[in-house]
């Protein structure tokens, strides 16, 4: 990152991007939060279209940045763009995503796949649904990540028994399970640094 952009205000950052007044409407309207801001909750009918698509478009650039550095290196050595990415993709929606991240036999990413959505407080998740693609992707090994809407990343029981459900199935494809996410905001809890796996 450019030294000059590190000293900018929030508002004159966003400001390159959409414009400084559409920023300091768009922050605003966040109720000064860049994380809320952020969100992929509907902006503010007051606020230009473009700006918004401008906002996606630097969101989507991230994403793909992220996806693409997992793409070239072992997800294990680089756990902080998985992180980043799942903070990104998954961390503020207000509704339960469970993603899979299909890796290769040198944990490189294959694909990352939003497998199933739920509420606010749960996702129905089919082992069946994950062999499947699993199978297609000729995946060696899974990372799997999912959101906790509330805010707390601490795993629930529920989660663990999901997680040794998949992991059984998974097993008798000789694809392995590395990791569990649970991601609430920008907090994330690993299955496998909690030896839960």
Not at 136 to 144: K, T, W
Not at 176 to 184: G, Y
Request: charged share 25%; aromatic share 4%; glycine share 4%.
């Amino acid at each position: 990152m450019s030294p000059c952009l590190k000293s900018m205000s929030d508002v004159d950052v966003l400001g390159v991007l959409v414009g400084r007044r559409n920023a300091a409407q768009l922050i605003r309207d966040a109720g000064g939060s860049l994380s809320e801001l952020l969100k992929e909750a509907e902006v503010s009918n007051d606020v230009r279209p473009q700006a918004v698509v401008k906002l996606d478009a630097a969101k989507e650039l991230i994403r793909r940045s992220l996806v693409e550095s997992m793409r070239h290196r072992d997800a294990l050595e680089s756990i902080a763009a998985v992180r980043d990415y799942l903070r990104l993709t998954i961390g503020r929606r207000d509704y339960e995503v469970f993603m899979v991240l299909f890796l290769d036999t040198k944990h490189r990413v294959i694909a990352p796949e939003e497998m199933f959505r739920g509420t606010l407080s749960q996702a129905s998740v089919y082992p069946r649904e994950v062999v499947k693609r699993s199978m297609a992707h000729n995946a060696a090994a899974v990372i799997f990540a999912h959101n906790h809407p509330s805010g707390v990343a601490e795993p629930s029981a529920a989660d663990e028994a999901i997680t040794q459900a998949l992991r059984n199935a998974l097993a008798l494809l000789d694809v392995r399970v590395l990791d569990h996410l649970v991601v609430a905001g920008n907090e994330i809890v690993s299955f496998a640094e909690r030896g839960l796996l």
